[in-house]
C-alpha cells in the first residue's frame, strides 16, 4: 500500500484537508522511524514496535552444501499485545 493509497482510507473531517493529512501521516512515519532507529520501542493502543537484532550465525548454501557466515541483521518487529 503506497502513502496516498493509506491517507486515501483515513476518514475525512470536516477542515482538514488531504495536503494537511499527507503532513500528518510523514510527521507520524518519520517520528516512528526516529523512535525505533535509537532502539527504543514504540507502544501504542495494544501495539509494539520495536528495533531487534539478530545474532551472527552459521549458515549452510543450499546447493553446495559449503558453510558460511550470516552476519548480524537488524529487522523491526511489529506486535498486536494480547489481553
Keep these: 500500500m503506497t502513502k496516498q493509497e493509506f491517507i486515501s482510507k483515513l476518514p475525512a473531517y470536516e477542515g482538514v484537508t488531504k495536503v494537511m493529512l499527507t503532513d500528518i501521516v510523514s510527521t507520524v512515519f518519520n517520528t516512528m522511524d526516529e523512535v525505533v532507529s535509537n532502539g527504543e520501542t514504540l507502544c501504542y493502543e495494544g501495539r509494539r514496535v520495536k528495533l531487534v537484532t539478530r545474532k551472527p550465525r552459521m ?21 498486536k499485545q494480547v489481553a
Excluded: A, D
Aim: charged share 35%.
Design 59 to 79: 549458515g549452510r548454501n543450499p546447493r553446495t552444501g559449503e558453510s558460511i557466515q550470516i552476519p548480524e541483521r537488524k529487522y523491526v518487529t511489529y506486535r
